[in-house]
């Protein structure tokens, strides 16, 4: 099983249209969890931390199922700038430096 | 906005050839880090540095590879002998602190990147 994996697309959807991606991540003592966004040929930018409550900013709302071992990414109201890579990531802590990415979540929101 | 920065933005060499990339890294932070992207692939980890050691690597990090801090602001990624697959854009990243009971510790920062070309 890959340490993080995510469907990677590619989905294409409308403008206004509502998304979601999902992750899933072997290490069942991992620590920290986040969704990175990046654009063609440019580096990974953080879009939100994801949090065992679940977590919202805006358009879009994260929610981590630890039991499942789990991370979700919801994009409402897509736009054409969310057009880009969402990558899933995952840090072990408890001492932990290998931060894993997953091999990304490909959108294209057409008008 | 604070940053990290990497330099060369771009370096076409000579396979066999030795190359050093250069970060600079957020003035604040404590732990840095390489990770390579293969054109079309996914962020692979290479290395973590902390403390003036290297505190983690991967698999992919074997001994042609070598980082240093060479001085309080620098973090450099060598590689000594490049192969035609070592063809990447190479991020350094950069963290303020590790698992201490706040994600946001553990956010990393990445540079815009150094892309080597190997022929």
Redo the contacts between chains.
Sequence with gaps: RKEVEQDPGPFNVPEGATVAFNCTYSNSASQSFFWYRQDCRKEPKLLMSVYSSGNEDGRFTAQLNRASQYISLLIRDSKLSDSATYLCVVNPGRGGFKTIFGAGTRLFVKA | EPEVTQTPSHQVTQMGQEVILRCVPISNHL?F?W?RQILG?????LV?F?NNEI??K?EIFDDQFSVERPDGSNFTLKIRSTKLEDSA?Y?CASSEG??SGW??A????????SRLTVL
């Design positions: 732990y880090y990770y692939q996914k962020v692979e980890f973590s902390y505190s983690e991967s854009m991020f590790r698992s994600s946001g553990n956010v990393l920062t990445f540079g815009a990147g």
